[in-house]
Nanobody, 125 residues
Framework: QVQLRESGGGSVQAGGSLKLSCDIS???????MTWFRQAPGKEREGVAS???????TYADFAKGRFSISQDKMKKSLYLHMAQLNAEDSGMYYC????????????????????WGQGTPVTVSS
């Protein structure tokens, strides 16, 4: 069983930054790791994705503001978020699936087998 644990969420003023982390118990072979988010009353949406070859995919709203990265030795996934606004508020989840996904499917939540419990982000204006 693969376990994921997010951290780094919190409250921030609009225009501020946050760095989310996700520790993963197993990272090996081909995989895709993705940050998703869900705001109250809204559907879960993909934010940014990275695979075992460090290929990245970003949602349009994340381009230029968010950056996804990984540390394979530490088995950790990160999401650096800048220029945050109120619409970025929500619960942020990390997810991983094996084997690697075609990047076109990176934000298809039902393709992911393992999920973390989420970390909350609140952006106040």
């Amino acid at each position: 069983q693969v376990q994921l644990r997010e951290s780094g969420g919190g409250s921030v003023q609009a225009g501020g930054s946050l760095k989310l982390s996700c520790d993963i118990s197993v990272v090996a072979g081909g995989y895709t790791m993705t940050w998703f988010r869900q705001a109250p009353g809204k559907e879960r949406e993909g934010v940014a994705s990275i695979d075992n070859d460090d290929a990245t995919t970003y949602a349009d709203f994340a381009k230029g503001r968010f950056s996804i990265s990984q540390d394979k030795m530490k088995k950790s996934l990160y999401l650096h978020m800048a220029q945050l606004n109120a619409e970025d508020s929500g619960m942020y989840y990390c997810a991983i699936r094996f084997p690697r996904l075609n990047p076109s499917w990176a934000f298809a939540a039902n393709e992911y087998t393992f999920w973390g419990q989420g970390t909350p982000v609140t952006v106040s204006s």
